[in-house]
């Protein structure tokens, strides 16, 4: 029996942050195993969407200013979605994406 891919929530091209530290797990062999590549709240942008076959989930290549790290789901959160959780909770009324800079999806 075949198991259908897990959809992607995001794409490539959409800006993102980081919702927790993101540690090497080796990838990068010139740092140290431990080492921060993107601190929570760090911005990045999505350059690539693969999947992670057995654990059947989408995996996300982000650019965290050069450095590009996999991601997968729960360690990231659409920036958009963020800055409208921060003005809602200011009881301000979110606004629409802004699309006109570069690279907006």
């Known amino acids: 029996m075949m198991i259908e891919p897990r959809e992607a929530l995001y794409q490539w091209g959409q800006r993102v942050v ?3 530290d993101l540690i090497n797990d080796g990838t990068y062999p010139e740092r140290p ?3 921060v590549l993107a601190e929570v709240g760090s911005e990045g942008e999505i350059v690539q969407v693969g999947h992670h076959e057995e654990a059947n989930q989408p995996v996300y290549m982000v650019d965290f200013d050069g ?3 996999g991601c997968v789901e ?3 959160m659409l920036l958009q979605e963020l800055r409208n959780m921060v003005t809602e909770a200011r009881g301000q ?3 629409p994406a802004d699309d006109s800079r570069p690279g907006a999806p």
């Open 18 to 20: 980081a919702l927790v």
């Open 33 to 35: 195993d431990d080492a």
């Open 67 to 69: 450095t590009v790290v």
């Open 74 to 76: 729960e360690e990231i």
């Open 93 to 95: 009324v979110p606004q």
